[in-house]
């Protein structure tokens, strides 16, 4: 049973429009959620996390938002740039420790359209 | 630079010769964990180390063995691989074994095993 789900496998946006990233989650226990982003070739890298104690969490042009009670997550990127044409992972844990690996979802492949 | 490096970054095999595949990070990192992505399936984690002499299962350890004698290495280790062993490993490492520090991710390695 996957745990972290991420239903849109490919995802088209214009430059300079929003770019929307969905994250579902099954275990209530999960209060930690990270997104990462990979390029091809390249190993993931971190873009942003939120805790279950907030609902947003902003950086830049990436928010992420949470809604706890219908255990969904969302990514957002605005304005969507040409290199931001990637594939992005969202990622949970249950908790605070090594002893608590991250689920990972089976990724979002986002293209920004010039 | 800081920076978690994979051996080799490319590797063809056949079936039952025992591989390693290294993994090494210069930034005194503790959680070690290595994880394999397959299409449709996202990331999935196959073994974790906290500390030196002590590492733990991931989702998908069948197959698989790592060790981890030194804090800046965590080998893994294919004893008789298979071609279900066929993908794309990354390595990760992280400051402590909290989930909320930042995971670093090695480039991968793609593994093709006949």
């Known amino acids: 049973d996957q745990q972290v789900k991420q239903n849109s496998p490919s995802l088209s946006v214009q430059e300079g429009r929003i770019s929307i990233l969905n994250c579902d989650y099954t275990?209530?226990?999960?209060?930690?959620f990270l997104w990462y982003k990979k390029y091809p070739a390249e190993g993931p890298t971190f873009l942003i996390s939120?805790?279950?104690?907030?609902d947003k969490n902003e950086d830049g042009r990436f928010t992420v938002f949470l809604n706890k009670s219908a255990k969904h997550l969302s990514l957002h990127i605005v304005p969507s740039q040409p290199g931001d044409s990637a594939v992005y992972f969202c990622a949970a844990s249950d908790g605070n420790s090594g002893n608590t690996p991250l689920v990972f979802g089976k990724g979002t492949r986002l293209s920004v359209i010039a | 630079e800081a920076q978690v490096t994979q051996n080799p970054r490319y590797l063809i095999t056949v079936t039952g010769k025992k591989l390693t595949v290294t993994c090494s990070q210069n930034m005194n990192h503790e959680y070690m964990s290595w994880y394999r992505q397959d299409p449709g399936l996202g990331l999935r984690q196959i073994y974790y180390?906290?500390?030196?002499?002590?590492?733990d299962k991931g989702d998908v350890p069948e197959g698989y063995k790592v060790s981890r004698k030194e804090k800046r290495n965590f080998p893994l280790i294919l004893e008789s691989p298979s071609p279900n062993q066929t993908s794309l490993y990354f390595c990760?490492?992280?400051?402590?074994?909290?989930?909320?520090?930042?995971?670093?991710f090695g480039p991968g390695t793609r593994l093709l095993v006949l």
């Open positions: 275990n209530s226990m999960f209060d930690y």
């Open positions: 990760a490492s992280s400051f402590s074994d909290s989930l909320q520090e930042t995971q670093y």
């Open positions: 939120i805790s279950s104690i907030k």
């Open positions: 180390s906290m500390n030196v002499e002590v590492t």
